[in-house]
């Protein structure tokens, strides 16, 4: 492809609201352009390597055995009605209404669709096992759209459906998604690691996440060098730890605690430490209020705290009036002692003896509290965040912890959507059962963002060859000068000739502009023809390589195929 041709708008200045440097260099390098909030436009050179990653999970799902189809992104109301999750999708559903008043949406995700298609269309049980996947655009309002394409509200992505005849069929048709996965994500050039996810809310068996470990990621992390466990934070369950404290019920001492709203000012004005305290932190459930308990140095998961309170809607802050008049008293000293709401602490809130809580009146907390005399909590159970250093659940050596994207989630749903629909078969003995399924997504536009992410110096992208827009580029330093342009078109159309997916910079711009733009846009090698060209040298430089070599313009084409395939 000849630069001069291509729609390439790079940018020096990038919009304030990038704030990670894979959303900064895809709108940089004019691989995307915005749209409205979470909604974006591929360019050329963005669209290109969104199919190299698309190619390279079609490959695999075909390798693994999926069969694919495609479905609408439009779909009728009735489907996710039976399932009941027309209403669990609440406002991040796109909703909408044909001429005649009925109920669609815009596809968040396909469970619904691929079992009636499998009812509709399978009439044997010998036609078991069965995955079928596609490739496909789908919609969500997410409340909160932001790092580019990490997060938008139209995205792609690879969902994929098994259906087996029982629980062991799952088992292995799962694990033959878990292996394509790993190819997928090793092929696309990702770092990445598999963990243990929750399964509990949508009634699963089991449930694993492909994370690319990242600073910016939203997910937590929590892993074990020792013996190889990894799971999300909300999976992970911590192990309590208790802290030295004095034995006895101390008599319980209402203190003043003018303006200490938060622990940290708390710790400061009574002079303790913060495991010393409980905090009290109410939350909206669906249609109802709760308060849930953690030690002072904790935080409260709220994915944990969800599950194990049933609610369908995610958790949210009480509101500060509500707060108010819930404890009867300004926010920041809620407590447990006669709350009138149920109360969730977390088990080390249950180990502490002789602790400090709100008292439900303003600047004021309870000294000496202890559970049993001073009050009770209705529910005790797992419900903070882990943190580095807390023991692993499965040796007991110190866990750490990070961040990550997740890219892939791959699920057992056993029977809920078969039951829930009807996708049932009769076996050799005509006795009839329930088809067991599996779901398999991976985020196919997230994929290459979380590659930029991963992938990058101060300079720009620096894309492995197998999802690069272009693999090469050839780069005459003075467009002006016939002999360089001569030699440049050359190897132009010797690599072309060879498959080597190649652009030539004939833009009548100066050499420090382009080789500017080859780094970044990412382009894995380059070649600049420059002032040797007499004496029949260029330049070679990888994308990853400090500095240019010298080599003989004849061995370059050579030089180049070569990176290329050894790297693709
Ligand atoms: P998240 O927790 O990030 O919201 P999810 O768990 O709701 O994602 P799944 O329903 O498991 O997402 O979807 C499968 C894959 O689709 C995810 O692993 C992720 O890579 C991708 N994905 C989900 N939501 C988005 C989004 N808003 N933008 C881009 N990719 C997404
Ligand atoms: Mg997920």
């Not at 940018?11 to 749209?35: D, F, N």
């Not at 979470?38 to 693994?64: C, F, H, W």
């Not at 005849?165 to 048709?173: F, I, Q, R, V």
């Amino acid at each position: 492809m000849r630069m001069s041709r291509l729609l390439m708008p790079t940018l020096r200045e990038v919009p304030a609201e990038a704030e990670i440097a894979s959303h900064r260099l895809m709108l940089r390098a004019g691989l995307i352009r915005k749209l409205a909030a979470g909604v974006y436009s591929y360019l050329p050179l963005g669209i290109r390597t969104l199919q190299k990653v698309q190619n390279i999970v079609r490959e695999e799902m075909d390798a693994a055995g999926a069969q694919e189809l495609i479905m609408s992104a439009l779909l009728p109301a009735e489907a996710y009605q039976a399932s009941g999750r027309w209403e669990v999708f609440g406002p991040s559903m796109f909703r909408l209404k044909d001429r005649n008043d009925r109920d669609f949406c815009l596809g968040p995700t396909h469970e619904e669709l691929f079992t009636e298609c499998v009812i509709d269309n399978v009439k044997s049980y010998k036609e078991y096992p069965m995955t079928l996947y596609q490739i496909q655009t789908k919609y969500r309002d997410e409340a909160r759209p932001r790092f580019g394409v990490i997060r938008s509200r139209e995205f792609i992505m690879k969902d994929a459906y098994s259906f087996d005849l029982d629980e062991k069929g799952l088992d292995e048709s799962y694990k033959k998604m878990y292996d394509a996965y790993n190819k997928i994500f090793t092929r696309i050039g990702l770092d990445f690691t598999v963990v243990d996810a929750d399964s509990g809310a949508m009634g699963g068996s089991g449930s694993q996440e492909f994370m690319v470990k990242s600073p910016v990621g939203e997910d937590g992390i929590a892993y074990c060098d020792a013996c190889g466990y990894a799971a999300n934070y909300e999976k992970c369950e911590c192990i309590p730890k208790e802290v030295i404290q004095i034995s006895g019920d101390l008599p319980r001492e209402k203190i003043e605690t003018p303006n200490a709203h938060t622990i940290e000012e708390l710790v400061l004005s009574l002079g303790m430490e913060a495991t010393n305290f409980a905090k009290t932190i109410i939350y909206k459930a669906d249609d109802k209020y709760i308060a849930a308990m953690v030690r002072g140095d904790r935080d409260v998961n709220e994915v944990k705290l969800k599950n194990l309170v049933g609610c369908t809607d995610d958790l949210e802050l009480a509101e500060p009036a509500i707060v108010r008049e819930i404890t009867r008293a300004q926010v920041g000293f809620a407590g447990p002692i006669d709350l009138g709401i149920p109360v969730y602490a977390d088990k080390e809130v249950a180990m502490m003896k002789n602790f400090v809580v709100g008292a439900n009146e303003t600047d004021m907390h309870y000294k000496n509290v202890n559970i049993g005399r001073d009050f009770e909590p209705d529910v005790v159970a797992d419900i903070r965040v882990v943190v580095t250093g807390d023991a692993c659940p499965k040796c007991g050596k110190p866990i750490k912890s990070e961040q990550g994207i997740e890219v892939g989630h791959i699920f057992k749903l056993g029977t809920k959507y078969s039951d829930a629909l009807g996708l049932r078969y009769l076996d050799e003995n005509s006795e009839q059962k329930t088809v067991v399924m599996g779901c398999y997504g991976i985020g196919v536009t997230r994929c290459v963002a979380a590659a930029v992410e991963q992938l990058h110096d101060d300079n720009g992208i620096i894309w492995p060859v197998s999802i690069a827009p272009y693999e090469a580029i050839v780069v005459p330093a003075n467009y002006k000068s016939e002999e360089q342009m001569a030699a440049a078109e050359k190897l132009y159309k010797e690599l072309t000739a060879a498959g080597i997916e190649t652009l030539i910079d004939d833009r009548a711009e100066r050499a420090g502009v382009k080789f500017k733009d080859a780094d970044l846009i990412g382009i894995p090698v380059r070649v600049v023809v420059g002032k040797k060209v007499g004496e029949g040298i260029a330049e070679y430089k990888e994308r990853t390589m400090e500095k240019a070599v010298e080599i003989s313009i004849d061995e370059a084409a050579g030089k180049v195929i070569d990176f290329v395939r050894r790297n693709k």
